[in-house]
């Protein structure tokens, strides 16, 4: 039984034919009406775990250091102007040394991202993801803490932060890992057990446990190494 009532799916789908395309609407139907089928082709057929393994291979690009830059033309941004289909969503750290698309080699309308510091699974951000994979199509999802992330070092610190910093910093989760951050073997270790908790958060979503259940989508946590450039499944 879906836990996503008729009425509700179907204004979901208003919402994202109005204002992102009709591809969508087949996406979520599983029909034949496409606005851009090219685009939709590119990832309708493949399954969530070779959808990883591209992402995967386009990490193995970067650090090997031989990028293919592909989807990052104008072509592309006139194919993806009339719908899009992003194979993968990813919850990542703010960090500007952490953005997505170069670290995966991935281009225009490839990936659905949502970057908050230690990447969080805030409310809203779940609502954003869930768009991603249930309207939008993405097949993988994500979490990717980092090395040397500052949002986990405050946690680990603890005590008040000013203005609005704390409210993101208290959605941090490092487990059971207690020792100080000056120690950067610990910094990894609760940088690994939040991206484990933020995917339990991002379970507890209806909307994502049942595209998991009927197998449209598969949710992994990951770390990225700031110095080799390699992203490793957790
Ligand atoms: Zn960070």
Redesign the pocket.
């Known amino acids: 039984m879906s836990p996503i009532p008729p009425i509700d799916r179907r204004q979901l789908i208003q919402y994202g034919g109005a204002f992102l395309g009709t591809s969508l609407m087949a996406t979520v139907l599983g029909n034949q009406i496409v606005s851009n089928p090219k685009v939709q082709a590119q990832t309708i057929n493949q399954t969530p775990q070779e959808l990883l393994n591209q992402l995967m291979e386009g990490n193995g690009r970067f650090s090997e250091q031989r990028r293919l830059k592909a989807n990052q033309d104008f072509n592309r941004l006139t194919e993806v102007a009339q719908g899009q289909n992003p194979f993968a969503a990813i919850l990542s ?1 703010a ?1 500007s040394r952490v953005p997505p698309e170069i670290i995966f080699d991935q281009g225009l309308g490839d990936l659905f991202i949502c970057r908050i ?2 990447n969080v699974a805030t409310p809203q951000e779940v609502g954003s993801l869930e768009f991603g994979t249930l309207v939008l199509g993405a097949k993988v999802l994500m979490v990717l803490g ?1 090395q040397g ?4 070092k405050a946690a680990m610190d603890g005590g008040e932060l000013p203005g609005q910093i704390g409210s993101v910093i208290k959605k941090i989760d490092i487990g059971s890992v207690t020792d100080d951050n000056s120690n950067a073997a610990s910094v990894t270790m609760a940088t690994k057990a939040n991206v484990e908790h933020q995917m339990a958060v991002l379970k507890q979503s209806s909307v994502l446990s049942e595209l998991m259940a009927e197998e449209k989508l598969t949710i992994v946590g990951a770390y990225y190494n700031l110095g080799s450039g390699i992203v490793t499944l957790l």
């Open positions: 750290c960090d510091a230690g980092h992330c500052g949002a986990v």
